[in-house]
């Protein structure tokens, strides 16, 4: 079964096309990898699948994105962002909330937990989930300004979690962290994708290597190649690939 | 000679910036020398007391006090909802056609002749009525000050980063609880705007000078009645011949003051910035 598939997918900013008609089939419970160089259009393809392209007023889609077979542009935005959680590329905690809050915030604006004792509940599970609950967990009313980087960027998963989603959008998220809190990070994709989807763009070949199961290269808004990431490292059929896994192309 | 120039750059800086401020100084320095001695004689009388008589004594300026608050007030009231509306309103849809015209109107707002406002409030609301009033008073000094509080709003909104709006998207909020908390977020500049919007028509007198009409012998005597405000009356004892309404300016002008730092004093100390 497939998380998500885009069919015919272009993106307009202004006149300008940056997304040119992309096909990709994501297999659901694997880790997918977009890699290419910056400004080829990987987060602007990231924001297509949860809608979130539609804050950028100027930026227009046309194909079709479908979650589980269902076209996500003929969904409520709102539950479509639910079912598709995002983390960014800088740690973008609500600085001025708790860290209980930043998760609580979500979970109750969905009406996923109907008390207190639920929001608790969930709170402590996914804390767990995203590998922070031991470090946080005497401080939950701590301001999540006071967090380090990498404990943000986890706390940031936990929120993503906490609404259940069958998909989690990971926008290059340890490109701004320490290399320990990026490992953990690494560590953390590896045991969350046996529960969902997870699409990472990176443009670092060797952490598309070390995290997916499945690896596209994109480049300037164009798939160039997709498929099992063992056999696009191993055997690039593409020269644009290959000059890119071996560093010879930004 | 490069050091040389160098400093010479740099005492013509500290010149200058002296040069700035010593206005300024002056200022606050008068009104302190020439308003703290009439306090002083006056006493809290001069504080709850109203206006005499020519010639007679120092009296009070209680009703130019209350005046100055129930404007304010009332000016808030009518003027801060729509300020903060729009501000928001401008920063959310800043390419729609009425974001960017609001937003070109509120810099001309901003910087409108404020008597021309008076005139304005004079025409729809004066005249009408037969009478000037608090009401008019205060809804002229709305105007004023609603232009502050918009561009503030829009400007702090618009400061906050990017990543905090996308991120409350990407949780599956809607419009409206994002803004709330991109605004939680933003309150520094926010409440900013908002006290600089206070204290510039607490101080104001251009608007008033068509439409409040003044009232310093009686306490407020409803909204569709005249009032007093301290700037107000102040412009109008100068004018006087009499020594005591003289006194009486000066010493209404250290009041005046002492409200304006009181306004503004508390934000810049007291406010907490959301560290981002």
């Known amino acids: 079964m497939n998380a998500i598939e885009t069919e015919n997918l272009k993106v307009w900013y202004g006149d300008k096309l940056v997304i040119k008609g992309v ?9 997918f990898a977009i890699m290419g160089p910056s400004g080829c259009g990987k987060s602007t393809l990231l924001r297509a699948f949860n809608r979130l392209l539609e804050l950028n007023e100027i930026a227009r889609v046309e194909g079709d994105v479908k979650l589980y077979g269902k076209s996500v542009y003929e969904m409520d935005e709102v539950v479509v962002r639910r079912k598709i959680g995002m983390v960014f590329q ?43 609950w031991e470090e946080v967990k005497d401080r939950l009313k701590d301001k999540a300004s006071n967090l380090s980087g990498g404990q943000m960027q986890r706390l940031c998963i936990a929120r ?24 953990k990070i690494e560590e953390l994709i590896f045991e969350l994708k046996k529960e969902l989807t997870i699409v990472i763009v990176t443009h670092s070949p060797a952490q598309a290597a070390r995290v997916s199961d499945y690896v596209a290269f994109l480049y300037l808004g164009e798939l160039v190649e997709v498929g099992k990431t063992e056999e696009i490292f191993e055997k690039p059929k593409n020269e644009l690939t290959e000059k890119y896994l071996t560093g010879r192309m930004g | 000679m490069r050091r040389f120039k160098d400093h010479l ?16 100084f002056h200022i606050l320095f008068c009104v302190f020398a020439n308003g703290l001695p009439v306090l002083m004689k006056g006493g809290m009388n001069f504080l709850t007391g109203v206006l005499p008589a020519p010639g007679d004594g120092l009296g009070g300026i209680g009703p130019a006090i209350v005046g100055t608050l129930v404007l304010t007030v009332l000016a808030t009231l009518m003027g801060l909802p729509i300020a903060v509306l729009t501000g928001i309103f401008s920063a959310e849809y800043p390419n729609s056609l009425i ?4 937003r070109t109107l509120l810099l001309i707002m901003m910087e409108f002749p404020t008597i021309l406002v008076g005139l304005f409030v004079m025409n729809i609301l004066v005249i009408p009525l037969g009478s ?14 609603m232009p502050y509080v918009a561009v503030y709003t829009e400007q702090a909104l618009k400061d906050v980063p990017s990543r905090y709006r996308e991120g409350a998207f990407a949780l599956g909020l809607r419009r409206r609880t994002v803004v709330k908390i991109l605004m939680s977020m933003a309150r520094k500049g926010v409440v900013t705007g908002i006290l600089i919007g206070i204290a510039k028509v ?15 012998t009686v306490y407020f005597q409803g909204i569709n009645r005249p009032i007093g405000a301290v700037p107000l009356l102040i412009y109008q004892l100068v004018q006087q011949p009499y020594q005591n309404y003289h ?27 959301v560290k981002l």
């Open chain 1, 23 to 31: 096909n990709l089939e994501i297999p659901e419970k694997t880790v």
């Open chain 2, 247 to 273: 006194e009486i300016a000066w010493g209404a002008s250290l009041v005046l003051m002492l409200i304006f730092l009181a306004i503004f004093l508390p934000i810049r100390l007291s406010l907490k910035e």
């Open chain 2, 9 to 24: 750059f740099l005492v013509y800086l500290v010149a200058s910036t002296i040069f700035v401020v010593l206005p300024l």
């Open chain 1, 160 to 183: 993503a979690l906490a609404l259940r989603p069958e998909v989690l959008l990971m926008d290059e998220p340890t490109a701004n962290l320490d290399p320990v809190s990026a490992k």
């Open chain 1, 90 to 132: 800088i740690p973008n905690p609500f600085p001025h909330m708790s860290i209980y809050d930043n998760i609580a915030l979500g979970v109750r604006y969905n009406k996923i937990a109907k008390n207190r004792k639920e929001i608790d509940k969930i709170v402590e599970w996914s804390l767990k989930k995203a590998a922070l």
């Open chain 2, 99 to 102: 974001g960017r015209a609001t």
């Open chain 2, 132 to 145: 000037y009033s608090a009401l008019a008073g205060a809804l002229a000094l709305a105007i004023v000050m």
């Open chain 2, 202 to 216: 607490a101080g104001e007198t251009a608007p008033l000078l068509f439409t409040a009409g003044g009232s310093y």
